[in-house]
């Protein structure tokens, strides 16, 4: 547990580390093209959930709160062997890190910061935390199609 714990730091300090970057220093030039029409860095700040989803209020602590029971949930379903291989873990891990990284953006400033503008499709602009949600349900996603096998009662 405690590698998980280590791990779930680390993503979170790589997280805030690019965020205070963009809050400090992108957030005054708003957006620099690294591939012109394709793919920027834009300081944006998204104050609601994926993707802007639900910004029209004030959802921030609902978010909190529940970044924290996601995190509680997956520290359990680890602690309690649930997840059957590395895989399924790591997947979960990067979900709670992700979470708990846009967790914190959100109290201490109101909002999550933003910062990977993909153009080419008009993707919503995204930030590392993103990232490791993203990542983390779709490795999920493998794992239970690929590794998950299902127990009878009588084998728990």
Known sequence: MPIYICAILLMIAADQAVKYWAFTSLQAQQTIPLINGVFHLTYIENRGAAFSLFAQFDSR?????????????????????????????????????GALGNAIDRVAHGFVVDMFDFRLIHFPVFNVADIFICAGGVLFVLYFMFQHKETSGAEK
């Open 61 to 97: 602590w609902i978010f909190v709160v529940l970044a924290i029971v996601i995190t509680v949930a997956i520290f359990t379903a680890i602690y309690k062997n649930m997840l059957q291989t590395q895989l399924g873990c790591w997947s979960l891990i990067l979900v709670a890190a």
